[in-house]
């Protein structure tokens, strides 16, 4: 019996197994859910108004959030209360409401709105995050792809694209990215902070979404603060970081924040305040209460949620190593946060791959999905999500992966 035989109906006695497994979005475990249970009850009569002398049932409080709620997220950004904008879930929904007064107004420096400029161009890492894709898409603004690396961005290529004066921004995910787990070195930071741009409007949009997302026993350092490397390099407006909490209290019903130069906040809570009279001050007041009283605060609670996801991801890189180390067929990244790993195959069958874990029960993220347009140039990519099941199933949904990653191999192979 041949290899790809052999293979075939190994994989064939896998389906008969008739397994049902998930490994496709980074959703948190409902045991994350229940440490933050205690939420839920937190606020009581006896909290109608907060320390700062505002009363959450009330519209007054301001657009950029309660003052405790900024200090505490804008502590966890590294950045002043000042500097910080909390809002409703999620930071996603802040950087796309940014992003549409770009287009609409300008930001602060704009000469113009974004819309009013022969074309406007981002800056976007791959492998990345595809709701950064998708957001940009649905804008109008064209991609322009660098690597990611174990640095951050490719430099050299960011510094040379800043120089196209239709190449307004940037968007990437700084720490822990999405989906390689790599973060940006002193270095980098440094250089995205002090390049030139061919415009005076340059923005980078920083997703800190894993900032606090360690998996490792204690935090690792964290990566030079990309709004104080700005300011230092006369270049204070340059960048909006955002966050949320969604993989930190309850996905669906967190908060989420930004951050950037004070008279940037000043710009866009100006245009803010014309959508709305006010964010969700009870969620907020709820948030403080709960994250003020976590034992150790929030590293207590990221302690608790990275014990929880460590068995998870050390099950795929115990089976990846088991079953595909120094094979050739695939390389993965070893993240020591955030909520992903990064699988390369060898040989251009990542779609393959993923059809063939489908067919055996295993839900994968579509391959494509971590490049623009789901377009993966070497049809290599694949995300692994594993922090929703149990580190039982995951453990079985991997070797269900490493034996889709060698029969598409040796499909590719067979093929010629």
Request: aromatic share 8%; charged share 20%.
């Amino acid at each position: 019996m041949s290899e790809l035989e052999a293979l075939r109906e190994q994989f064939e006695q896998v389906k008969s197994l008739g397994l049902a497994l998930n490994m496709q979005r980074g959703q948190p475990s409902d045991q994350d859910f229940d440490l933050a249970n205690p939420m839920l009850t937190i606020v009581d009569a006896e909290d109608v108004v907060t320390p700062g002398k505002v009363a959450i049932r009330n519209y007054p409080g301001g657009i950029a959030g309660l003052a405790e709620a900024r200090a505490l997220f804008g502590e966890m950004l590294g950045v002043r209360p000042e500097e910080t904008i909390v809002g409703n879930n999620s930071s996603l929904k802040l950087m796309s409401n940014t992003l549409m007064w770009a287009m609409l107004r300008g930001l602060k420096d704009s000469p113009r709105p974004w819309t009013k400029e022969d074309k406007t161009k981002f800056i976007v890492t791959v492998p990345g995050y595809d709701r950064h894709f998708t957001l940009l898409d649905a804008l109008g603004i064209e991609m322009v792809c660098v690597d990611m690396t174990p640095e951050g961005p490719d430099m050299d290529a960011v510094e040379a694209l800043a120089l196209d004066p239709t190449v307004r921004g940037m968007a990437f995910v700084p720490t822990y990215s999405n989906p390689t787990g790599d973060t940006v070195s002193e270095a980098t930071v440094r250089r995205l902070a002090s390049m030139p741009t061919a415009v005076p409007d340059f923005t980078i949009f920083a997703d800190d979404a894993y900032i606090v997302h360690f998996l490792t026993e204690q935090p690792g350092e964290r990566p030079y603060n990309l709004l104080r490397a700005c300011e230092e390099a006369g270049n204070p407006d340059r960048v909006y970081l955002f966050g949320s909490t969604s993989k930190i209290t309850f996905a669906g019903a967190g908060l989420g924040f930004m951050a950037s130069s004070v008279d940037n906040v000043k710009y866009i809570v100006g245009l803010m305040g014309t959508q709305f009279i006010g964010p969700n001050k009870i969620e907020q007041y709820r948030h403080v209460k709960f994250i003020q009283k976590y034992p150790g605060g929030l590293m207590g609670l990221m302690a608790d949620h990275a014990a929880l996801l460590r068995p998870k991801f050390q099950a795929v890189q115990d089976v990846l190593a088991r079953e595909l180390d120094g094979t050739g067929l695939a390389t993965w990244s070893n993240p020591q946060g955030g909520y992903f790993v990064s699988l390369d195959t060898a040989k251009p069958v990542a779609d393959r791959v993923v059809a063939l874990a489908k067919e055996a029960g295993v839900s994968l993220t579509p391959a494509g999905a971590t490049y623009p347009h789901k377009q993966d140039p070497h049809n290599a990519n694949i995300r692994l999500s594993p922090s929703r099941p149990p580190a039982a199933e995951v453990e079985k949904a991997m070797e269900v992966v490493a034996l889709c990653v060698k029969l598409a191999s040796a499909e590719y192979e067979a093929e010629g």
